[in-house]
């Protein structure tokens, strides 16, 4: 809105770059342009202000397609008044000289004429257009029906407005329908997701499953290593008790034909032994059968006492003692007196 302040009963104007100011006195127009700054009366100036920049017009409607579905549509126009004087002639821009703001509401007025016409051309597309069709495509048919019927729409550039953009921001069904609508793709992602996960598992089993199989065959061939050992050990005590038994029967032979040489030569010694003394008895006895009588009983007796214990004195009478000096001198086969 344009600035105006007062001074001494006069009114200063001072407006935006972006707006376009007339002012007339008397009917006839005093100051014609933008971003003018000037001094009025206020009795005699008849003021109106035409903003010249882009401005942004959002709308949203209700429309109904061909299979009866409720759907809203959100768009946005972005328009320009490009004829200020048209615009000022068709519609109130006129100011209040005291406060500077607009006595009616001009831009209400243009954003009824817009939305009013966007929403005709789009409830002409949507109504021969299916739902369906409509979510997929109707972007973009709505925007090009609705930008041509800006287009050819006469009151607009009558009115001095050109419609620079159009954009369709969405087209939804009801929270109802959209639900129903994403149900099967919903599906068939969780199946495609159960899928996944599905092949995920099996997987994962055929991993675990050849895990165990290396685990059994590791353990089937440890089973045989132990089994070879096993049977590697019985071979080798075996032949360690056959080793030793071959071992114990040679040296048991061994000690056997020891023995027997042992026993062989004691044989041998003791036969030439009871040899020698068999010839020594003999010669013994040969020797006593060719001494007398009397030497044999002076042996006898020398033998005895060698076998008597031991007598310290001995005492004999004198026909005894007679007796027997008289036998030991008796020479042998003679007589004495």
């Given at each position: 809105m344009a600035d105006i302040t007062r001074r001494f009963g006069w009114r200063h104007l001072r407006s935006a770059p972006t707006a376009h100011i007339r002012h007339h006195r008397r009917g006839r127009i005093v100051h014609d342009g933008r971003g003018l700054s000037f001094w009025f009366r206020a009795l005699s100036a008849a003021l109106s202000e035409v903003p010249v920049d882009d401005r942004e017009l959002a709308m949203a409607f209700h429309a109904r397609t061909s299979d009866f579905q409720d759907v809203a549509v959100q768009a946005t126009v972005t328009y320009r008044i490009s004829d200020p004087a048209e615009a000022a002639e068709r519609l109130d821009f006129s100011l209040d000289p005291d406060t500077g703001s607009w006595r009616g509401a001009p831009l209400e007025q243009i954003a009824t004429l817009l939305t009013e016409t966007a929403q005709q051309h789009a409830l002409d597309v949507l109504a021969r257009t299916s739902l369906a069709v409509a979510l997929v495509d109707g972007v973009a048919s709505v925007?090009?029906?609705?930008?041509?019927?800006?287009?050819?729409?006469?009151?607009?550039?009558?009115?001095?407005?050109?419609?620079?953009?159009?954009?369709?921001?969405?087209?939804?069904?009801?929270?109802?329908?959209?639900?129903?609508?994403?149900?099967?793709?919903?599906?068939?992602?969780?199946?495609?997701?159960?899928?996944?996960?599905?092949?995920?598992?099996?997987?994962?089993?055929?991993?675990?499953?050849?895990?165990?199989?290396?685990?059994?065959?590791s353990q089937i061939e440890l089973a045989r290593r132990e089994e070879q050992l096993?049977?590697?050990?019985?071979?080798?005590?075996?032949?360690?008790?056959?080793?030793?038994?071959?071992?114990?029967?040679?040296?048991?032979?061994?000690?056997?034909?020891?023995?027997?040489?042992?026993?062989?030569?004691?044989?041998?010694?003791?036969?030439?032994?009871?040899?020698?003394?068999?010839?020594?008895?003999?010669?013994?006895?040969?020797?006593?059968?060719?001494?007398?009588?009397?030497?044999?009983?002076?042996?006898?007796?020398?033998?005895?006492?060698?076998?008597?214990?031991?007598?310290?004195?001995i005492t004999l009478s004198p026909d005894v003692l007679t007796g027997l000096l008289g036998r030991l001198g008796r020479p042998e086969g003679g007589s004495g007196a």
């Open positions: 925007r090009a029906s609705v930008t041509a019927g800006l287009a050819d729409e006469p009151r607009l550039p009558a009115t001095g407005i050109d419609v620079v953009a159009v954009r369709v921001v969405a087209i939804r069904p009801e929270a109802e329908v959209e639900r129903a609508l994403r149900t099967p793709a919903r599906e068939q992602i969780q199946q495609e997701a159960d899928r996944a996960t599905y092949e995920r598992r099996a997987v994962a089993v055929e991993r675990e499953r050849a895990i165990a199989e290396n685990e059994l065959a096993i049977d590697q050990r019985g071979t080798n005590t075996r032949r360690e008790a056959e080793e030793k038994a071959v071992a114990d029967g040679i040296r048991t032979e061994t000690e056997a034909a020891r023995k027997v040489r042992l026993a062989r030569a004691d044989a041998e010694a003791e036969r030439e032994t009871g040899a020698a003394r068999a010839e020594a008895q003999a010669a013994w006895l040969r020797v006593h059968g060719e001494v007398d009588q009397a030497t044999l009983h002076a042996l006898a007796a020398t033998r005895l006492a060698e076998n008597l214990p031991r007598i310290d004195s």
